[in-house]
């Protein structure tokens, strides 16, 4: 076999194992988004992409590897919203009215797997690690929307509980899977709910006014 005939086969070769590895992410991803993590076996996913489990071992040795990778490709198709974004604009209100606005829509298309995550992380370890950057995005989202209000003590301290009560997926689940309402009004109701906890403000949009 001639030299450019070999490095061919081994290029022919390496791109079938990425293709393989590839096809075994996604149909972890989607057993995950579906069932969850706690309730997806290393059987069923060999079985959902097609291959026997010794390929699948070969690729993945054991649930955390695979975690892991399934973890990656799947932020990268479902990116968070940019803080930066909202860390730009000067106006308390508007700032999170924009911020839950674009949440809510991250919800709505990530919603599957976020519910299952949340469900599964305190029963499989490997969950709540990879979660966690989610919490803390949380948490340095609720601080830089509760930022700008001059508020102090128990004040900023309600302010700050109402907005991560807003920004939480569990409060936009409720909103718009329990009670019916659409992202727009659920927006709206929780910028009134922030803005009923600042002394001072009035209003019934997302936008509030100092009486």
Not at 20 to 37: C, D, F, K, N, W
Not at 77 to 85: A, L, T
Not at 157 to 182: N, V
Request: net charge positive; proline share 4%; with cysteine.
């Amino acid at each position: 076999m001639s030299e450019q005939k070999r490095k061919y086969e081994k290029k022919r070769r390496a791109e079938a194992e990425a293709q393989t590895r590839l096809r075994i992410t996604e149909s972890a991803v989607e057993l995950h988004g579906t069932l969850g993590p706690a309730r997806t076996s290393m059987s069923a996913v060999a079985e959902h992409a097609g291959i026997r489990r010794s390929t699948l071992y070969r690729h993945f040795p054991d649930e955390r590897a695979l975690f892991g990778a399934c973890s990656v490709h799947w932020a990268e198709r479902n990116p968070p919203p940019d803080i930066r974004r909202w860390e730009g604009i000067d106006d308390p209100d508007r700032r999170l009215a924009t911020a839950l606005g674009e949440m809510y829509a991250y919800y709505r298309q990530a919603g599957g797997m976020i519910d299952k995550l949340l469900r599964d992380e305190k029963a499989v370890p490997v969950v709540a690690e990879k979660f966690a950057p989610y919490h803390q995005f949380l948490a340095i989202a609720a601080d830089i929307l509760a930022r700008g209000r001059g508020l102090r003590g128990n004040a900023a301290k309600r302010t700050r509980a109402a907005i991560g009560h807003a920004l939480a997926f569990g409060t936009w689940q409720d909103l718009t899977e329990a009670q019916g309402l659409d992202d727009g009004a659920a927006v709206e109701l929780m910028s009134v709910m922030v803005g009923a906890s600042i002394p001072g403000y009035e209003g019934s949009s997302a936008v509030f006014r100092r009486k």
